[in-house]
């Protein structure tokens, strides 16, 4: 079982961080897959291609057929864009669960289709924050979770890690240097504990499932943020495409409610669960986002699924 760290050399803030991940000791060369070349420290492969890190699809299963060597999971380095050109670091998984088999994604993936959440997400957000205030980036650059979003089409467990959210932060090399320092103590390529290994959970098995909000998905970060929580997908309310049923049904029962909202939250919690074998996947609302009808629907659906609800204080 190994990991894959992927990169791409047409974006600075995938490429500076795996160049320095690279001059830390004991890499190897390793195959090339299709032209793309390799290198290998332990269990970890680091893949640099040359194509939008978004659009190389299956890597996982291509590796595998290459080496023979079972994908554990997947981490792929990237640039954030923002509108606020906030310089930031963020932590996410993937997926575009919530669009229709007749859409075409705009940034990758598969349409209705989300990949398996990494568990690393809570702790490499902490950790994360941790090493980017060790080296002084904070409080210029903020650590945020993103929601779910974008490709590619993988089906291991995933995340993605950002430098945003300018040209001129992503070829930051502190920040660079900052990433390179979580995929190092994050794997334990230096000899440590690895970070955020599900199966050393300590005997906390509840895993949060965020649902509503907005893309940085605040009210989810509160809780994520404290020691000890684990985090599958997190759906904002882009993600969760629900249809006014009119005034006439305005307690907005599940059934009346249209759009691809029910699929989105089905995959969503799916894929989590199979990312925490032996976890109890819990739904944590951002309540104040929804209007009453859309409260109602998703609470009644989430029954429907036997899916329960968590209160902040059941995370930790």
Known sequence: MVTLVVATTTDAASLGPASALLAMPGWLPGPSLQEIPSFKHGEVRLLKHDNSIISEDHLDKRWEELTGEVVEEAIFLSKHTAVSNRPSLTVHPIGVPHLRDDEVPPQGGKPGWAAPPSPRIGPWLRLLKTIAQSQNLIPEFEVTLEATHHGPEINSPTMFVEIGSTEEHWKR???????????????????????????????????????????????????????????????????????????????????????????????????TKSSFPGGEVLAHLDQKSFKSWQKNAITEFLTEQNIKIGKPGDFY
């Not at 190092?184 to 199966?199: A, T």
């Not at 509503?212 to 000890?228: K, L």
């Not at 009119?246 to 995959?267: E, F, L, R």
């Open 173 to 271: 090399q502190d920040a660079a240097q900052v990433v390179a320092s979580l995929i190092w103590e994050g794997l334990g390529l230096g000899g440590g504990v690895k970070v955020g290994d599900w199966n050393r959970n300590d005997g906390n098995n509840k895993v949060l499932l965020g649902i509503g909000g907005g893309h940085y998905a605040p009210r989810h970060m509160d809780i994520v943020r404290n020691d000890g929580v684990w985090v599958g997908h997190l759906l904002s309310g882009y993600a969760l495409p629900m249809e006014d049923p009119g005034k006439s049904k305005a307690q907005g029962n599940a059934k009346d409610v249209g759009g691809t909202w029910k699929h989105a939250i089905k995959v969503a919690y799916e894929v």
